[in-house]
């Protein structure tokens, strides 16, 4: 017998009805970005594993469990987010010299080896947004409001926006410091990962989902003044600014996300639609990505969205893009004059098909149904001796007889 091909584990396909929504949510962000002035760019899939290994952190999950490799290509990954890609661009093209500041959009696969579930794949597609070249407390709350703007205008509901800051990298490593000096006596509570992450990259137990974990370290209260001045007066600017558009947030200590470049601001935004991956999107400053990838001294942040989760949490069933005509014959002599009435109607780029099938018209008239047809054109004998189609209006279910001559200014203004 001959093998079954099935789906790679944690790869989705999209169904038509799946695909219009997918397409539908990106198009919205796509105007979006356009009305926030980002530049869309479009990245490879194939990155060199180094840069994410030193982008993202080498302790990082993605680094050190997470990383498709292409197998006899040697150090050629397939990329696992865009943040440290965009940088790779920034830098190879050395835009530095061709401006200050840069705003990129992009729209794409990503792909981490983690163990699949529901809104967790191995293949998903983030809406991405960097902007490089300020540190100004405002462009955190752009940033924040943008990837809150999409949300809203593709229609997810129920959201929160929580919201932290790390601080310098200084700040982050008297902070690590603190952690383990409190976390030692209670290490026995931690998940063996966490006990690894300790002694390697403390900041990620805080971040840990375990529930023991958590307890433990929420007990620990911390978060409060550990900061630097500089880095408490950006914070607070940073709330200052979404305070004042009104933007509703929550601020969670706890907050520090599974990717080591970020310092100072870091945001997530979950929605209760989602289940345990409740994040849907997520983001941050990384005002030394840039230097430790060996270019200048650069501040940027930005946030990506996954495409996935919005439509899990827009619960769409998705409808199909409708059929504007469906061209039917009552008489298979006439399939020739209702191929040229097609070519006719795309030509005025009105979506329309035929059947091809020979189907009788009883057939023609399901398969409009069934492509949800606003109009269906009817070619029979006796009107076409007159120079005249049936034209069919599904919505309002009403038919009348018009001169074929007048058909397509009728389908196109109705
Ligand atoms: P991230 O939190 O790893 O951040 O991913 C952003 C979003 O992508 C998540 O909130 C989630 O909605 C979606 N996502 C992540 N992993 C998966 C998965 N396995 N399956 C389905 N959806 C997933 C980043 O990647 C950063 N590059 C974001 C960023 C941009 N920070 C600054 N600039």
């Known amino acids: 017998m001959s093998k079954k091909y099935r789906s790679i584990r944690g790869t989705a396909d999209f169904d038509s009805h799946q695909a219009y929504a997918f397409n539908r949510v990106v198009e919205i962000a796509r105007q979006s970005f356009k009305n926030y002035s980002f530049d869309e760019i479009i990245l490879p899939f194939l990155e060199e594993e180094g840069l994410f290994v030193r982008g993202v952190g080498q302790n990082s999950d993605i680094a ?58 191995r293949q998903f597609h983030h809406l991405g947004a960097e902007a490089i070249g300020s540190d100004n ?9 943008l990837a809150l703007d999409i949300l809203d205008a593709v229609g997810v509901k129920e959201k929160e926006l929580l919201i932290n800051t790390l601080g310098c990298d200084k700040d982050k490593e008297i902070f690590s410091k603190e952690l383990v000096k ?10 063996e990962d966490c006990k690894r ?9 805080i971040d840990c989902k375990n529930k023991e974990c958590k307890k433990t370290v929420t007990s620990l209260n911390i978060g409060e003044g550990r900061l630097c001045s500089n880095c408490q007066t950006h914070f ?3 709330l200052g600014v979404l305070d004042m558009l009104k933007i509703k947030y929550t601020h969670a200590p706890y907050l520090v996300r599974g990717l080591d470049y970020y310092t100072n601001t870091v945001f997530e935004i979950t929605s ?38 919005i439509l899990i949490a827009l619960g769409e069933s998705g409808e199909k893009e409708r059929l504007k005509a469906y061209v039917a014959v009552a008489d298979n002599s006439l399939r020739g004059d209702a191929l040229k009435m097609v070519n006719e109607l795309r030509g005025e780029g009105i979506s329309c098909d035929t059947d091809y099938c020979l189907k ?28 005249c189609v049936l034209l069919k209006d599904m919505d309002k279910s009403i038919q009348s007889e018009i001169k074929t001559k007048d058909l397509i200014n009728e389908v196109k203004n109705a």
């Not at 469990?65 to 987010?81: S, T």
């Not at 407390?137 to 409001?145: K, V």
């Not at 409190?182 to 998940?191: A, Q, T």
């Not at 949800?372 to 007159?386: D, L, N, Q, T, Y």
């Open 137 to 145: 407390p405002a462009l955190d709350a752009q940033i924040i409001i």
């Open 182 to 191: 409190k976390l030692d006596s209670k290490k026995n509570n931690l998940c």
């Open 236 to 238: 607070d600017e940073v």
């Open 64 to 121: 050190e469990k997470q990383l498709f490799r292409i197998q006899d290509k040697d150090g050629v990954v397939l990329r696992p987010e865009g943040t440290a890609q965009v940088v790779r661009y920034f830098l190879e093209n050395s835009l530095f010299n061709h401006g200050d500041f840069f705003k990129f959009s992009y729209i794409g696969a990503m792909f981490r080896g983690e163990r699949p579930q529901k809104g967790r794949l």
């Open 360 to 387: 009788s018209l009883k057939g023609q008239l399901r398969a409009a149904v069934k492509r949800r047809a606003r109009f269906v054109v009817i070619f029979g004998e006796e009107e076409h001796k007159k120079g």
């Open 272 to 309: 209760s639609a989602l289940g345990s991956q409740d994040a849907i999107g997520a983001g941050g400053r990384y005002n030394n990505l840039i230097k430790n990838l060996g270019g200048p001294d650069i501040p940027a942040i930005g946030f990506a969205l996954g495409i996935e989760r």
């Open 197 to 205: 992450r300790l002694g390697k990259n403390p900041l990620r137990v």
